[in-house]
């Protein structure tokens, strides 16, 4: 997806694409069988997603200004204009080459951070942005580029409609979206890794084992639109908002677009591309000129265009690269599931830490496919994305336990090892697996932190503000360079003040709804109004359409009208709702809600999205900001 592609979604042109990619499978059997792929010499690399964010802590759309504003080698956009992502330099694993890449790293998100301010905007290291609301996922903020439109043309028309999504953690979280902008919420550091053709497929297994307990010790992404979901919540809602698969279809084995795999690797990485190829249609055709066997058979290496261009398009965590340096092509695994923070530091040794642990699980391990089952690496990996260090975790030959001493007394001791066979300065290797030993013993990933901090500001502020109290809060620690395991928690008072935090409805809106069907009992409204302190009751049909409202006041009248009890006690609601009620949408302004209850004298709205009920807005609602207001106005006398 590095290339900007026009959308062309005619029968004709998909067919000449599928030809061409076919010819570039050709091709790659022909590159291993000649031995072409590059061999003898380890190299890593790294790619930094980030977040762009406002004075208020929330998503700042201004990444196409900011990249105007620097050079933008080696930096490049991404799905949404919140988003960007630098490159970072392959290096040869060897002397300080780790700190050496965390410090072009710390120079990269520099930059970004000077040009953002120009923008009054700030940069964040996070792997989900926990003040993003769904009104940040709108098609207006979507990067204005051929590729990224073609993409969610093209998964929309693979999908069939809406993209839902649903995750279950402490809280639950049901939604639906009309496009590929839920993927914008993620943001991860990849970690490439190069191995010869010889070792790819051991290798790969390896890689795959490590995943899970490895992700344990990094989780960074615990938050999504207020709920508390997984300890790595990228993992499932990557997987959904990309999965094209009919609801219908739910009887059939398919695979969604980003996946685990289904079982280890047998000899060779064609193997995955051939996979792919047959599990997945060609989403995105454009114009290859490249023959790739022609090229071979002048003496050339071909790009594989085709080839790369449908491997974008299909997301293994663990996903197969091929590419050419210095004119020779070579084949890396790129680790897909290490999220972006929380510190610069912290990265560099999660990356540190799936590299040592690939290389000495490899060495080490030379039967591990026997030794292992493939579903319980599978299963590691989905325990760790819910239960970060809290999971528990298999091993080899049978063995499990909970994650952090899988960790503590086997994978970092193993890494430390794999690490001990390249020539890497000693220090740089304890440094860096230092990191990942504090923050397991402490107990603190990037995740931990970030729900340790929310509850102890259970009781304060909104919502709005606690979510930005913890990013200001990041923002802050991720510049002093503190690993996370030192961090202290969020304070209310770093969100910024109140103002940020009530300028459109969804910041404060009530989520948690009171409502009834228009068939039940007026006296079951009266109950509910009593037992929960509430002036107003939603009225809604089976499919959450907002269908009426009931204040405190429409009970009080019909008391006054002296009905008989037979008559109360029967009575259904619909006879005393309000049946066409003011509404607002989540993305209404605040100045407008209060505009609208004044034009039409009510005191409270119900906000509306896309004709179902998602919220509530009243005159309590505003209280803190006359609480606020008041406190100012008098501080002034």
Request: charged share 25%; hydrophobic share 40%.
């Amino acid at each position: 997806m590095g290339m900007d592609v026009a959308p062309e979604r005619s029968p004709e042109a998909i067919r000449r694409f599928t030809r061409a990619l076919l010819r570039d499978l050709q091709a790659m059997e022909r590159i291993l069988a000649e031995g072409m792929i590059e061999s003898g010499i380890r190299r890593f690399g790294a790619e930094q997603e980030m977040f762009l964010v406002d004075e208020a802590w929330r998503a700042a759309p201004v990444a196409v200004e900011v990249l105007e504003d620097i050079d933008e080698d080696p930096f490049t956009t991404e799905l949404a204009r919140y988003n960007l992502e630098a490159n970072l330099s392959p290096r040869v694993l060897e002397g300080s080459c780790f700190s050496d890449m965390q410090q072009e790293l710390d120079g990269y998100v520099d930059r970004v951070r000077r040009a953002a301010r120009r923008q009054s905007a700030d940069v964040i290291l996070t792997g989900i942005l926990p003040t993003l609301t769904k009104s940040d996922l709108s098609l207006e903020n979507i990067t204005p580029r051929a590729r990224y439109y073609a993409l969610n043309e093209a998964m929309h028309h693979a999908g069939g409609g809406a993209f839902r999504l649903r995750i279950r953690g402490t809280d639950e979280l049901m939604i639906e979206h009309d496009s590929v902008m839920l993927e914008s919420c993620n943001t991860s550091f990849q970690v490439h890794l190069q191995v010869s053709a010889e070792e790819f497929a051991h290798h790969y297994n390896v890689a795959q084992a490590v995943t899970g307990p490895v992700l344990a010790a990094c989780v960074n992404s615990p938050l999504l639109f207020g709920r508390r979901l997984w300890h790595e919540t990228r993992i499932a809602l990557f997987q959904q908002s990309l999965d094209t698969r009919g609801a219908d279809l739910h009887m059939r084995e398919m695979s969604p677009r980003v996946h685990f795999g289904g079982s280890w690797l047998e000899s060779s990485v064609v193997e995955l591309f051939h996979e792919d190829v047959a599990n997945f249609r060609v989403l995105l055709a454009t114009q290859v000129d490249e023959d790739p066997l022609q090229v071979l058979d002048e003496g050339g290496v071909p790009k594989l265009q085709a080839l790369q261009l449908h491997n974008g398009t299909v997301y293994r965590w663990n996903r197969p690269c091929y590419g050419i340096s210095r004119g020779k092509p070579h084949l890396r695994i790129e680790c897909r599931v290490l999220p972006a923070g929380p510190t610069t530091l912290d990265e560099m040794a999660n990356a540190v830490f799936w590299i040592g642990a690939v290389l000495g699980a490899a060495k080490e391990f030379p039967d591990l496919v026997d030794r292992m089952d493939f579903d319980d690496a599978k299963s590691n990996f989905l325990a760790a994305s819910r239960l970060g260090l809290g999971a528990g975790q298999a091993w080899l030959d049978g063995e499990s336990g909970p994650a952090d001493r899988l960790i503590l007394e086997t994978l970092l001791p193993l890494a430390h090892r794999g690490l001990a066979d390249y020539p890497v300065e000693p220090r740089e290797v304890d440094r860096y697996l230092g990191v990942i030993e504090e923050r397991v013993r402490a107990g603190v990933t990037g995740s931990g932190w970030a729900l340790r901090s929310l509850r102890k500001l259970k009781k304060a502020g909104t919502r709005g503000e606690k979510l930005a109290a913890i990013v200001s809060a990041t923002v802050r620690q991720q510049n002093d360079g503190i690993p996370v395991a030192r961090w202290e928690p969020a304070q209310l008072h770093e969100a910024g003040g109140w103002k940020h935090h009530y300028v459109r409805v969804e910041q404060y809106m009530t989520t948690a709804l009171t409502t009834v069907n228009q068939d039940e009992l007026v006296e079951l409204v009266a109950y509910l109004m009593d037992l929960r302190q509430i002036r107003h009751v939603l009225i809604e049909d089976n499919d959450h359409r907002l269908v009426g409202i009931v204040s405190y006041r429409s009970v009080l009248r019909l008391m006054a009208q002296g009905r008989t009890q037979a008559e109360a006690e029967s009575m259904p609601v619909s006879e005393v709702m309000e049946r066409h009620p003011v509404t607002v949408t989540p993305e209404t302004t605040t100045l407008e809600a209060i505009r609208q209850m004044r034009s039409h004298k009510v005191s409270a709205l119900p906000v509306v999205k896309n004709g179902q009920l998602v919220g509530l807005v009243s005159e309590i609602d505003f209280m803190p900001m006359a609480y606020h207001l008041l406190e100012e106005r008098l501080a002034e006398e």
